[in-house]
């Protein structure tokens, strides 16, 4: 008899949403196996999981989605019946300087891995899944009104998003073309804990905390809808589980903030927090030059996932926000090997000295 019911390759699992993502099935799937695939870019930080990495069902196997032969490794030998894929590259601003890696990670991966997908899942009556992690970036930039839906037209404005686009496009026609059993979800911004300090939540944190420039780009009035991850995560889970074959479905919070609203408060919160005086970090906003193309705003509605499947977000903002301000208060340690970049020796450490539960070898 098989150990385990089901076998899912969640990609990207170091990463921000994905290290969430991981745990949230580890733990709450004892039957499931869970292999993150992941080749831990300066994104990919395993002390993200270090909780939850000597679970029995709980594999890490170090290695890029680009890489066919390795893929095919990986599905036969732990005969893989579900991909969650959240590997991705996915800063904005790093698409604009290098927009190629781009091209190759989150187009040529998916292409890759759906190839795999498509050549491993041939037995009837087996349940398949391939469920694509993706964002609300790939329909554009609203105005002041309205909403993205699953009606809205693809225009991605970046290299990132227009990636992001193709990867979506991949995955529909390989459900058309090949019966490929998939979904896609397209999300909002995400914040919560474990966020590479990079994007605008964690990188404001950190900089307020140690008193250096917040640097706001061009008027500081574009608009974001911002999700706490572990909503998202427990969205992924239903639309995995009970979302239609070939269908996507928009995940977001009707929480929309202009980003010098959000500063703001951040800015509040944090000095509270420290018992600094009333405005202190405020003076440390600076705008600057805008990013290039930079998207006015994003909203989402996501009444069909509320109305089909039964999701909507637990935390309000007031409550994720102030707990986040707060892991990242109590976790300085973290925030502090994530910018030296001493959490790249982990992995190393890790396959050396951790007997208990070793890395698996890519092949
Ligand atoms: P992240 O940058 O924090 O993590 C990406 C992970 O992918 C890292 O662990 C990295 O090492 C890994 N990775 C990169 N290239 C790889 C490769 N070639 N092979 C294997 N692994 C590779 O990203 P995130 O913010 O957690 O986003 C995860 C996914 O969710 C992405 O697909 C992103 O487009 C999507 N998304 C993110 C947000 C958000 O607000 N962060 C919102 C909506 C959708
Ligand atoms: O230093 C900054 N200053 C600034 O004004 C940074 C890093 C950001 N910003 C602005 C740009 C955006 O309007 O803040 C807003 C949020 O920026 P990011 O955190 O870079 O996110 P965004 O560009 O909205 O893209 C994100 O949302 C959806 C993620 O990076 C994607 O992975 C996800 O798909």
């Known amino acids: 008899m098989k150990k385990f019911k089901r076998t899912l390759l969640i990609t990207g699992g170091a990463g921000f949403i994905g290290s969430h993502l991981v745990r949230h099935f580890v733990t709450k799937y004892p039957n499931y196996h869970v292999v993150n695939l992941d080749n831990l870019t300066y994104a990919g930080n395993l002390e993200n999981l270090a909780d939850i990495e000597i679970a029995d069902n709980y594999t890490f196997v170090k290695g890029s989605i680009t890489d066919l032969t390795l893929l095919r490794t990986v599905f036969k030998k732990f005969d893989v019946d579900g991909v969650l894929h959240t590997a ?57 009104e309205g909403y993205f839906t699953e009606q809205s037209l693809y225009n991605p404005q970046s290299p990132y998003a227009a990636s992001k686009a193709s990867a979506d496009h991949l995955v529909r026609a390989f459900h058309n073309t090949y019966k490929l059993p998939v979904v896609i979800s397209n999300c909002s911004n995400n914040y919560g804990p474990y966020q590479f300090p990079e994007k605008l939540i ?16 061009g008027t500081g009035r574009n608009v974001r809808d911002w999700l706490h991850v572990q909503d998202h995560v427990e969205a992924l889970d239903i639309i995995f589980h009970q979302g239609a074959t070939g269908e996507a479905y928009l995940i977001g919070g009707h929480n929309e903030w202009k980003n010098i609203d959000l500063i703001h408060l951040l800015c509040r919160q944090i000095d509270r927090k420290l018992g600094r005086a009333f405005g202190e970090s405020q003076k440390l906003i600076h705008f600057i030059q805008d990013r290039a193309g930079h998207d006015h705003r994003y909203a989402i509605d996501a009444s069909r996932i509320k109305r089909e499947l039964g999701w909507s977000p637990r935390y309000t903002f007031e409550q994720g926000l102030a707990m986040t301000i707060d892991w990242y208060l109590d976790n300085s340690a973290w925030m502090d090997r994530v910018s030296s970049g001493a959490y790249r020796d982990y992995y190393l450490t890790h396959m050396i000295n951790n007997k208990s539960k070793p890395y698996e070898s890519a092949a």
């Not at 187009?107 to 398949?128: C, F, I, K």
Request: glycine share 6%; net charge negative; hydrophobic share 40%.
């Open 202 to 217: 964690p990188l404001f944190i950190k900089n307020i905390l140690e008193e250096r420039v917040l640097p706001v780009y």
């Open 88 to 144: 991705a590259e996915s800063h904005v601003d790093r698409s604009i300087e290098n927009p190629m890696v781009f091209v190759q990670t989150n187009v040529q991966g998916t292409a890759a891995l759906l190839q795999v997908a498509r050549e491993h899942w041939t037995q009837p009556g087996r349940d398949y899944r391939f469920h694509h992690i993706s964002t609300d970036e790939v329909f554009g930039a609203l105005g002041d």
